[in-house]
Protein backbone atom coordinates (compact mmCIF):
# COMPACT_ATOMS: atom_id res chain seq x y z
CA UNK A 1 0.00 0.00 0.00
CA UNK A 2 1.19 3.58 -0.68
CA UNK A 3 -0.39 6.51 0.73
CA UNK A 4 -0.61 9.31 -1.09
CA UNK A 5 1.17 12.43 0.13
CA UNK A 6 -1.00 15.24 -0.80
CA UNK A 7 0.33 17.93 1.44
CA UNK A 8 4.40 16.95 -0.08
CA UNK A 9 2.84 16.80 -3.68
CA UNK A 10 0.84 20.13 -2.85
CA UNK A 11 4.47 21.57 -1.91
CA UNK A 12 5.68 21.13 -4.41
CA UNK A 13 3.42 22.00 -6.70
CA UNK A 14 3.93 25.29 -4.92
CA UNK A 15 7.37 25.95 -5.59
CA UNK A 16 6.71 25.12 -9.75
CA UNK A 17 4.16 27.97 -9.70
CA UNK A 18 6.19 30.44 -7.41
CA UNK A 19 9.37 30.15 -9.93
CA UNK A 20 7.04 30.39 -12.74
CA UNK A 21 5.74 33.43 -10.76
CA UNK A 22 9.21 34.80 -10.54
CA UNK A 23 10.60 34.38 -14.61
CA UNK A 24 7.27 35.70 -15.48
CA UNK A 25 7.67 38.96 -13.49
CA UNK A 26 11.17 39.03 -14.37
CA UNK A 27 10.03 38.88 -18.13
CA UNK A 28 7.92 41.83 -18.12
CA UNK A 29 4.44 40.04 -16.99
CA UNK A 30 1.90 41.14 -14.25
CA UNK A 31 1.82 40.09 -10.93
CA UNK A 32 -0.69 37.50 -10.73
CA UNK A 33 -3.75 39.44 -8.33
CA UNK A 34 -6.67 36.85 -6.81
CA UNK A 35 -9.23 38.19 -4.69
CA UNK A 36 -11.95 36.15 -2.54
CA UNK A 37 -15.15 37.17 -1.54
CA UNK A 38 -16.09 35.84 1.91
CA UNK A 39 -19.85 36.21 3.20
CA UNK A 40 -20.06 35.63 6.85
CA UNK A 41 -18.89 33.74 10.01
CA UNK A 42 -18.50 30.59 9.02
CA UNK A 43 -15.53 28.51 10.76
CA UNK A 44 -14.60 26.35 7.69
CA UNK A 45 -14.82 28.96 5.01
CA UNK A 46 -12.85 31.30 7.32
CA UNK A 47 -10.00 29.13 7.12
CA UNK A 48 -10.17 27.94 3.82
CA UNK A 49 -9.78 31.56 2.66
CA UNK A 50 -7.42 32.82 5.22
CA UNK A 51 -5.34 29.46 3.86
CA UNK A 52 -5.65 30.57 -0.02
CA UNK A 53 -4.43 33.73 0.91
CA UNK A 54 -1.55 32.55 2.96
CA UNK A 55 -0.85 30.55 -0.46
CA UNK A 56 -0.94 33.34 -2.70
CA UNK A 57 1.51 35.10 -0.67
CA UNK A 58 4.03 32.25 -0.98
CA UNK A 59 3.74 32.12 -4.62
CA UNK A 60 4.20 35.81 -5.08
CA UNK A 61 0.48 36.50 -5.79
CA UNK A 62 -1.36 39.55 -4.58
CA UNK A 63 -4.25 38.68 -2.85
CA UNK A 64 -7.33 40.77 -2.22
CA UNK A 65 -9.57 39.75 0.63
CA UNK A 66 -13.24 41.00 1.03
CA UNK A 67 -15.74 40.10 4.04
CA UNK A 68 -18.78 41.22 4.33
CA UNK A 69 -21.35 40.46 7.11
CA UNK A 70 -24.15 37.85 6.28
CA UNK A 71 -26.47 40.35 6.69
CA UNK A 72 -25.58 41.83 3.09
CA UNK A 73 -27.83 41.57 0.64
CA UNK A 74 -27.77 39.53 -3.09
CA UNK A 75 -27.83 42.40 -5.01
CA UNK A 76 -25.48 43.92 -2.63
CA UNK A 77 -23.07 40.71 -3.65
CA UNK A 78 -24.18 40.98 -7.54
CA UNK A 79 -22.54 44.61 -7.11
CA UNK A 80 -19.66 43.33 -5.43
CA UNK A 81 -18.72 40.23 -8.18
CA UNK A 82 -19.55 43.10 -10.86
CA UNK A 83 -17.14 45.51 -9.98
CA UNK A 84 -14.74 42.80 -9.92
CA UNK A 85 -15.53 41.44 -13.70
CA UNK A 86 -14.60 45.40 -13.69
CA UNK A 87 -11.24 45.51 -11.98
CA UNK A 88 -8.63 44.89 -14.56
CA UNK A 89 -6.03 44.30 -12.06
CA UNK A 90 -7.88 41.41 -10.62
CA UNK A 91 -7.04 37.83 -12.65
CA UNK A 92 -9.43 36.00 -11.16
CA UNK A 93 -11.83 35.85 -8.01
CA UNK A 94 -13.66 33.26 -6.09
CA UNK A 95 -16.70 33.93 -3.75
CA UNK A 96 -16.71 31.08 -0.99
CA UNK A 97 -19.25 29.18 -0.33
CA UNK A 98 -21.77 28.37 1.25
CA UNK A 99 -23.88 31.62 1.15
CA UNK A 100 -26.24 32.86 3.78
CA UNK A 101 -29.75 30.92 2.57
CA UNK A 102 -31.17 34.60 1.89
CA UNK A 103 -28.93 34.77 -1.56
CA UNK A 104 -29.04 32.32 -4.67
CA UNK A 105 -25.25 31.02 -5.05
CA UNK A 106 -26.83 29.93 -8.30
CA UNK A 107 -27.00 33.52 -9.37
CA UNK A 108 -23.91 34.66 -8.06
CA UNK A 109 -21.79 31.87 -10.03
CA UNK A 110 -23.62 32.85 -12.79
CA UNK A 111 -22.60 36.74 -12.49
CA UNK A 112 -19.20 36.11 -12.82
CA UNK A 113 -17.37 36.81 -15.70
CA UNK A 114 -16.36 33.28 -16.44
CA UNK A 115 -12.90 34.32 -18.09
CA UNK A 116 -12.37 35.33 -14.05
CA UNK A 117 -13.83 32.32 -12.69
CA UNK A 118 -10.72 30.54 -11.60
CA UNK A 119 -13.07 28.02 -9.30
CA UNK A 120 -14.07 27.06 -12.59
CA UNK A 121 -18.23 26.77 -11.34
CA UNK A 122 -19.69 29.02 -14.06
CA UNK A 123 -21.73 26.96 -16.31
CA UNK A 124 -19.70 28.21 -19.34
CA UNK A 125 -16.51 26.62 -17.62
CA UNK A 126 -18.53 23.28 -16.28
CA UNK A 127 -20.00 22.83 -20.17
CA UNK A 128 -16.44 23.62 -21.68
CA UNK A 129 -15.04 21.25 -19.14
CA UNK A 130 -17.48 18.37 -20.21
CA UNK A 131 -17.48 18.84 -24.11
CA UNK A 132 -13.53 18.54 -23.78
CA UNK A 133 -12.40 22.70 -24.68
CA UNK A 134 -10.13 24.18 -22.30
CA UNK A 135 -11.97 25.11 -19.10
CA UNK A 136 -11.21 26.61 -15.36
CA UNK A 137 -11.28 22.71 -13.63
CA UNK A 138 -12.78 23.28 -10.76
CA UNK A 139 -10.36 22.51 -7.60
CA UNK A 140 -10.99 19.00 -6.56
CA UNK A 141 -11.76 17.28 -9.45
CA UNK A 142 -8.29 19.12 -10.55
CA UNK A 143 -6.27 18.23 -7.44
CA UNK A 144 -7.57 14.35 -7.71
CA UNK A 145 -6.03 14.34 -11.37
CA UNK A 146 -2.88 15.61 -10.86
CA UNK A 147 -2.69 13.29 -7.89
CA UNK A 148 -2.96 10.35 -10.07
CA UNK A 149 -0.65 12.26 -12.83
CA UNK A 150 2.11 12.30 -10.25
CA UNK A 151 1.50 8.91 -8.64
CA UNK A 152 1.93 7.16 -12.58
CA UNK A 153 -1.66 5.77 -11.54
CA UNK A 154 -3.14 3.53 -14.27
CA UNK A 155 -6.68 4.61 -15.41
CA UNK A 156 -7.30 3.71 -18.86
CA UNK A 157 -10.30 0.83 -18.72
CA UNK A 158 -10.30 0.87 -15.22
CA UNK A 159 -13.48 0.42 -13.20
CA UNK A 160 -13.75 3.98 -11.22
CA UNK A 161 -16.81 4.14 -8.82
CA UNK A 162 -17.48 7.72 -7.89
CA UNK A 163 -19.48 8.25 -5.11
CA UNK A 164 -21.56 11.72 -4.40
CA UNK A 165 -23.11 13.54 -7.17
CA UNK A 166 -22.16 17.24 -6.47
CA UNK A 167 -21.67 20.03 -9.17
CA UNK A 168 -18.58 20.68 -7.96
CA UNK A 169 -16.81 17.07 -6.77
CA UNK A 170 -18.91 14.26 -8.11
CA UNK A 171 -20.37 15.34 -11.31
CA UNK A 172 -17.23 16.75 -12.81
CA UNK A 173 -14.83 14.34 -11.56
CA UNK A 174 -16.88 11.22 -13.28
CA UNK A 175 -17.12 13.35 -16.22
CA UNK A 176 -13.35 13.87 -16.44
CA UNK A 177 -12.33 10.34 -15.66
CA UNK A 178 -14.55 9.06 -18.36
CA UNK A 179 -12.75 11.08 -21.07
CA UNK A 180 -10.01 10.41 -23.52
CA UNK A 181 -6.70 10.06 -22.84
CA UNK A 182 -4.20 10.21 -19.14
CA UNK A 183 -5.69 10.44 -16.98
CA UNK A 184 -9.23 9.11 -17.95
CA UNK A 185 -10.28 6.76 -20.51
CA UNK A 186 -12.43 4.78 -17.49
CA UNK A 187 -15.50 3.01 -17.52
CA UNK A 188 -17.45 5.02 -14.92
CA UNK A 189 -20.44 4.57 -12.28
CA UNK A 190 -22.17 7.45 -9.87
CA UNK A 191 -23.40 6.20 -6.71
CA UNK A 192 -25.29 8.23 -4.98
CA UNK A 193 -27.92 8.47 -2.09
CA UNK A 194 -30.49 6.48 -3.92
CA UNK A 195 -28.21 4.01 -5.69
CA UNK A 196 -29.48 0.41 -4.20
CA UNK A 197 -26.48 -1.74 -4.57
CA UNK A 198 -23.60 0.19 -3.58
CA UNK A 199 -21.43 -2.63 -2.29
CA UNK A 200 -21.56 -4.73 -4.96
CA UNK A 201 -20.66 -2.09 -7.35
CA UNK A 202 -17.56 -0.52 -5.08
CA UNK A 203 -16.43 -4.08 -4.62
CA UNK A 204 -15.53 -4.43 -8.61
CA UNK A 205 -14.24 -0.68 -8.58
CA UNK A 206 -10.39 0.01 -9.42
CA UNK A 207 -10.57 3.05 -8.77
CA UNK A 208 -13.20 4.60 -5.89
CA UNK A 209 -13.59 8.50 -5.16
CA UNK A 210 -15.69 8.52 -2.30
CA UNK A 211 -17.07 12.29 -2.25
CA UNK A 212 -20.18 12.15 -0.59
CA UNK A 213 -19.45 13.38 2.85
CA UNK A 214 -20.29 10.77 4.60
CA UNK A 215 -17.53 10.03 8.06
CA UNK A 216 -16.49 6.20 7.58
CA UNK A 217 -19.24 5.23 4.66
CA UNK A 218 -16.61 3.03 2.72
CA UNK A 219 -15.38 0.11 4.80
CA UNK A 220 -13.00 -2.73 3.75
CA UNK A 221 -16.05 -4.92 2.11
CA UNK A 222 -16.68 -2.58 -0.22
CA UNK A 223 -12.98 -2.33 -1.41
CA UNK A 224 -11.52 -4.78 -3.43
CA UNK A 225 -7.88 -5.95 -2.79
CA UNK A 226 -5.34 -3.80 -4.75
CA UNK A 227 -7.96 -0.84 -5.51
CA UNK A 228 -7.00 3.12 -5.39
CA UNK A 229 -9.05 4.76 -2.97
CA UNK A 230 -9.54 8.57 -2.91
CA UNK A 231 -10.88 10.17 -0.11
CA UNK A 232 -12.54 13.54 -0.50
CA UNK A 233 -14.40 13.88 2.65
CA UNK A 234 -13.79 16.49 5.47
CA UNK A 235 -16.43 16.44 7.57
CA UNK A 236 -15.64 18.56 10.96
CA UNK A 237 -16.07 16.30 13.81
CA UNK A 238 -15.82 17.57 17.57
CA UNK A 239 -12.56 16.73 19.03
CA UNK A 240 -10.82 17.17 22.50
CA UNK A 241 -7.44 16.20 20.61
CA UNK A 242 -7.32 19.42 18.83
CA UNK A 243 -6.55 22.81 19.89
CA UNK A 244 -9.16 23.65 17.18
CA UNK A 245 -11.73 21.65 19.27
CA UNK A 246 -12.91 19.44 15.53
CA UNK A 247 -11.00 17.37 13.52
CA UNK A 248 -11.51 16.32 9.83
CA UNK A 249 -12.97 13.24 9.27
CA UNK A 250 -12.87 11.33 5.75
CA UNK A 251 -15.72 9.08 4.04
CA UNK A 252 -13.29 6.44 4.16
CA UNK A 253 -12.97 3.88 7.04
CA UNK A 254 -9.07 4.52 6.62
CA UNK A 255 -7.94 1.77 9.67
CA UNK A 256 -9.74 -1.02 7.54
CA UNK A 257 -9.43 0.03 4.36
CA UNK A 258 -5.95 1.00 3.58
CA UNK A 259 -4.34 -2.59 3.82
CA UNK A 260 -6.10 -3.31 0.89
CA UNK A 261 -5.13 -0.58 -1.24
CA UNK A 262 -2.41 -0.04 -4.28
CA UNK A 263 -2.93 3.74 -3.28
CA UNK A 264 -5.19 5.82 -0.54
CA UNK A 265 -5.08 9.12 0.56
CA UNK A 266 -5.55 10.21 4.14
CA UNK A 267 -7.61 12.54 5.78
CA UNK A 268 -6.16 15.22 6.59
CA UNK A 269 -3.03 15.41 3.73
CA UNK A 270 -4.66 14.00 1.19
CA UNK A 271 -6.88 15.77 -1.31
CA UNK A 272 -7.62 19.03 1.33
CA UNK A 273 -4.00 20.41 0.37
CA UNK A 274 -4.38 19.75 -3.30
CA UNK A 275 -7.50 22.14 -3.88
CA UNK A 276 -5.94 25.35 -3.09
CA UNK A 277 -2.97 24.61 -5.27
CA UNK A 278 -5.53 24.33 -8.17
CA UNK A 279 -7.13 27.45 -7.89
CA UNK A 280 -3.05 28.98 -8.13
CA UNK A 281 -2.85 27.10 -10.33
CA UNK A 282 -6.10 28.29 -12.48
CA UNK A 283 -5.01 31.98 -11.45
CA UNK A 284 -1.52 31.69 -13.26
CA UNK A 285 -3.63 30.56 -16.22
CA UNK A 286 -6.42 33.55 -15.79
CA UNK A 287 -2.99 35.74 -15.84
CA UNK A 288 -1.08 34.10 -18.97
CA UNK A 289 -4.82 34.12 -20.67
CA UNK A 290 -4.16 30.84 -21.76
CA UNK A 291 -7.73 29.81 -21.62
CA UNK A 292 -9.81 32.82 -23.07
CA UNK A 293 -6.82 34.82 -24.30
N1 LIG B 1 -16.47 25.94 -0.51
C1 LIG B 1 -15.92 24.71 -0.41
N2 LIG B 1 -15.05 24.49 -1.41
C2 LIG B 1 -15.06 25.60 -2.16
C3 LIG B 1 -14.36 25.98 -3.34
O1 LIG B 1 -13.56 25.24 -3.92
N3 LIG B 1 -14.63 27.24 -3.81
C4 LIG B 1 -15.52 28.06 -3.22
N4 LIG B 1 -15.72 29.24 -3.77
N5 LIG B 1 -16.18 27.75 -2.13
C5 LIG B 1 -15.94 26.51 -1.61
Known amino acids: MELIDGKKISAEMKDEIALK ?8 GKQPHLAAVLVGNDGGSETYVAHKVKACEYVGYKSTLIKREDTIT ?3 LLQIVHDLNQNEDIDG ?45 SA ?13 IETSGKNCVVIGRSNIVGKPMANLLSQKGYPGDCTVTVCHSR ?4 KEICVNAD ?7 SPDFVTAEMVKEGAVVIDVGTTRVPSTE ?3 GFKLKGDVKFDEVASKCSFITPVPGGVGPMTIVSLLHNTFLATLGEIYG
Do not use: C
Open 21 to 28: VQEHIKSG
Open 74 to 76: EAE
Open 93 to 137: FIVQLPLPKHISEQKVIEAIDFRKDVDGFHPVNVGRMIIGLPSYV
Open 140 to 152: TPFGILELIRRYK
Open 195 to 198: TKNI
Open 207 to 213: IIIAAMG
Open 242 to 244: TKS
